[in-house]
């Protein structure tokens, strides 16, 4: 199994772009959670998905959108990068809320 | 609301020094407790959980934690820390109801000299 794999691994976008940060999971997990990493500041949620077709906001929801299709990919959309969004994203998976987070290789983000 | 707080920023040991990184969370209800260790441009492995029975878990590398509920602690240890445990610590909860993420702390960075 490749677990959680995530891309690009680094990008820089202008104010104003949009792009997706792209996840998938091969190993059935129902439970797929989108988080950011702030110097100093830990990792916040951003989004989550319960299984494919349900998504709920997280702590800091605000210029993210994402969907979930199928069970495997859970994409993060930005429509318009602000600096406020620089930061390195994370995605997570889980077969059940009980269980433990499997996390991928992280984004980074970085918009001028 | 739930809360989670690393006490130590940054911490600097030798090697062979005993290490504790305290945690200390904020809720009322049963928690599932994490500490994650991201290791320097790699991503987030889980290092020990804590989900019911013996609060004194054990972890991957050496690593240990105990969960005093009184205290809505859990806090990490090793006896002897390697120049290899260079890293960021994550302390993490997650409350114990269905569909809920984890809450982090704002995390530790460990230097160790060798």
């Known amino acids: 199994n490749a677990g959680v794999t995530q891309t690009p691994k680094f990008r820089i976008l202008k104010i104003g772009q949009s792009m997706t940060l792209q996840c998938t999971q091969d190993m059935n997990h129902n439970y797929m959670y989108w988080y950011r990493q702030d110097p100093g500041m830990g990792l916040k949620l951003i989004y989550y998905?319960?299984?494919?077709?349900?998504?709920d906001k997280g702590e800091v929801p605000n210029g993210y959108n994402v969907s979930r299709s199928t069970t495997e990919d859970f994409p993060l959309r930005l429509e318009l990068a602000a600096p406020s969004q620089t930061s390195v994203y994370f995605c997570?998976?889980?077969?059940?809320?009980?269980?433990?987070?499997?996390f991928g290789p992280g984004t980074r983000l970085l918009v001028l | 609301a739930q809360s989670v707080s690393q006490h130590n920023h940054h911490v600097i040991l030798s090697e062979a020094a005993s290490l504790e990184l305290g945690c200390n969370y904020s809720y009322g209800g049963t928690v599932n407790l994490f500490w994650y260790v991201q290791y320097p441009g790699q991503h987030l492995q889980l290092l020990l959980k804590?989900?019911?029975?013996?609060?004194l878990v054990k972890g991957i590398k050496g690593f240990e934690a105990e969960f005093i509920k009184s205290k809505f602690s859990f806090n990490l240890r090793k006896p002897s820390v390697q120049w290899s445990d260079t890293a960021e610590y994550f302390c993490?909860?997650?409350?114990?109801?269905?569909?809920?993420?984890?809450?982090f702390g704002k995390g530790t960075t460990l230097s160790v000299s060798s």
């Open positions: 997570a998976s889980t077969r059940e809320a009980q269980e433990t987070q499997y």
């Open positions: 998905s319960v299984g494919a077709g349900i998504t």
């Open positions: 804590y989900f019911s029975g013996d609060p």
């Open positions: 993490a909860l997650r409350a114990n109801q269905a569909g809920t993420a984890l809450i």
